[in-house]
Nanobody, 118 residues
Framework: QVQLVESGGGLVHPGGSLRLSCVVS????????MMWYRQAPVKERKLVST??????????TYADSMKGRFTISRDNAKNTLYLQMNSLKYEDTAVYYC?????????WGQGTQVTVSS
């Protein structure tokens, strides 16, 4: 059974940092591209970052507003995806989801809430 389980969200002050984790079960995450999305209140879900499969070189991409602040990575031994978020801003407040697509099926985690507030 495929499962993606996020954790690591919370309340943080502007300028602070958080590291999100997404534990994958049911398949080898390194064999597929993995993504982080986020959804702010009353807004559409948006792509934050992508990491390609290991075979494709673990190539990383970021939305423009996250470049230089967020870092996506994975630990293949732990089958876990990470998102290191630094210099957090009020506008980063959202529910963050990990996602992948394999064999024409979309898989989403349940999400983890990140709130940036003073």
């Amino acid at each position: 059974q495929v499962q993606l389980v996020e954790s690591g969200g919370g309340l943080v002050h502007p300028g602070g940092s958080l590291r999100l984790s997404c534990v994958v079960s049911g398949f080898t995450s390194g064999a597929y591209p993995m993504m982080w999305y986020r959804q702010a209140p009353v807004k559409e879900r948006k792509l934050v970052s992508t990491i390609s499969s290991v075979d494709a070189g673990d190539t990383k991409t970021y939305a423009d507003s996250m470049k230089g602040r967020f870092t996506i990575s994975r630990d293949n031994a732990k089958n876990t995806l990470y998102l290191q978020m630094n210099s957090l801003k009020y506008e980063d407040t959202a529910v963050y989801y990990c996602y992948t697509r394999r064999f024409l099926t979309d898989y989403w985690g349940q999400g983890t809430q990140v709130t940036v507030s003073s």
